[in-house]
């Protein structure tokens, strides 16, 4: 990942539901076994980063490689290129200010952005992001983020409308040697289509023509990599497998390993076909913001006393950051995902933090927001109403109060 690091748990239940639904899998380890679900062979070791989905020379990227990283930085050059000639101006102006939008996993907790943007649309002050990027419930939150406040309705009906009918069929505790996941996401991938459609498409690659990036997270768990994924190349590619892959990534974004079944990308390596096991980009980073070639492109011009564009950088933690109380059953499944949500927390806090010192340190101004002590509502079952509908109010009300943001993480 990068320095500033490496995401639809919008449509997810609550973490804690799901990773029981994970570690329950292990109690049905022993049961007799008959079939497995199959898959195409992996691309071989060393691959992976140049197998293709659709063929596009950038339709993803893979931050962990050096390769990946040069990649990276010609994509946001040539995006600030782009950005330019849509305003007019010669390739050797400066850039105007650049707004970078990250957005956080959390499950149900998405409903506080998505609160966020739509109460700062409400204030008036809600920037154009020339970047956003979504892990997990982040990325269903993040194409309509990066369209702007026009579809702030559907932002907002995502995680006020949704029921868990429309995001998992719950399985038995065999399914954790007969299937890929304790719940079947088929009905996620049909929210996901519900929303994601061809106009959605056609805007999501006309900003980028616009000279503004789109950028998903998912992981690869063949090559135990991350993968960033461009959104708006693969819209602007028109490709007519293209909506299908976007919304492919989506649902692999959120596909908590274990608990959903991970998503397979057909995939072509030197002519041969293979197939990728994707899942939740959450497995690398909560969150993530811009590469590390980025930062030091960035540094080296600031060194040589290049202009480089002002920058602003809003982090949307969909969480907590000050540890959530429980009692723990005396349980095998109780402990192990009470520990697993643990340290999906403390990589949401370490992630923040790194982005908070990437930022200090490249002269990007930083902006954090996140769910705080002062919102008390609580919630038993998954994906209730009852408690994702006062916590999109509450992200609305924190937005238009003007108090929703802070400079520094909290220690």
């Not at 990068?2 to 899998?25: C, F, I, Q, W, Y």
């Not at 893979?62 to 000639?85: D, I």
Request: hydrophobic content about 45%; glycine content about 10%.
């Amino acid at each position: 990942m990068s320095n500033s690091d490496m995401p639809l748990r919008a449509v997810l239940p609550p973490r804690r539901s799901l990773l029981t639904l994970a570690a329950g899998g292990v109690a049905a380890a022993a049961l007799p076994a008959c079939s497995l679900p199959t898959r195409l062979p992996a691309v071989p070791r060393g691959g992976a980063s140049t197998a293709t989905v659709l063929g596009l020379p950038n339709e993803r990227f893979f931050p962990t490689e050096a390769a990946g990283q040069v990649a990276l930085q010609r994509e946001f050059v040539a995006a600030g290129q782009r950005k330019l000639v849509t305003r007019g101006l010669p390739p050797t102006a400066p850039l105007p200010e650049l707004d970078l939008l990250g957005i956080s996993g959390g499950g149900e907790n998405g409903a506080f952005g998505a609160g966020l943007l739509n109460g700062w649309t409400e204030r008036g002050d809600r920037p154009e992001f020339f970047l956003v990027t979504g892990i997990s419930t982040g990325a269903l939150s993040a194409p309509f983020a990066f369209l702007g406040s026009a579809w702030d309705a559907k932002l907002k009906s995502v995680y006020t409308d949704i029921t868990l009918a429309d995001i998992i069929v719950q399985r038995n505790f065999t399914a954790a040697i007969w299937h890929d996941g304790m719940a079947d996401n088929t009905p996620l991938f049909g929210t996901i289509s519900r929303y994601i459609d061809e106009a959605l498409l056609t805007e999501i690659a006309r900003a980028y023509d616009g000279g503004r990036l789109l950028l998903i997270g998912t992981s690869n768990l063949d090559a135990q990599m991350p993968v960033i994924w461009n959104i708006g190349a693969i819209a602007k590619s028109g490709h007519p497998k293209a909506l299908d892959t976007i919304r492919r990534i989506l649902l692999a974004s959120s596909a908590i390993p274990g608990a959903f079944a991970p998503v397979l990308f057909d995939v072509t390596q030197d002519g041969k076909p293979f197939q990728e096991l994707h899942v939740d980009g959450g497995a690398f980073a909560q969150v993530f913001l811009y590469p590390n070639s980025v930062s030091q492109y960035r540094r080296e011009r600031m060194a040589k006393r290049v202009p480089v564009a002002p920058a602003r950088a809003w982090v949307i933690r969909d969480g907590r950051l000050d540890p959530e109380w429980a009692s723990v059953d005396r349980r095998t499944m109780g402990i192990a995902s009470r520990a697993v949500a643990s340290m999906i927390s403390s990589a949401g806090y370490n992630d923040v933090w790194r982005i908070y010192s990437a930022a200090e340190r490249d002269g990007v101004d930083y902006n954090l927001a996140f769910i705080g002590r002062d919102f008390t509502v609580e919630y038993d079952k998954p994906f209730e109403q009852s408690y994702m509908r006062p916590l999109f109010e509450y992200g609305r009300e924190r937005a238009l109060r003007g108090d929703a943001w802070v400079k520094r993480p909290p220690t």
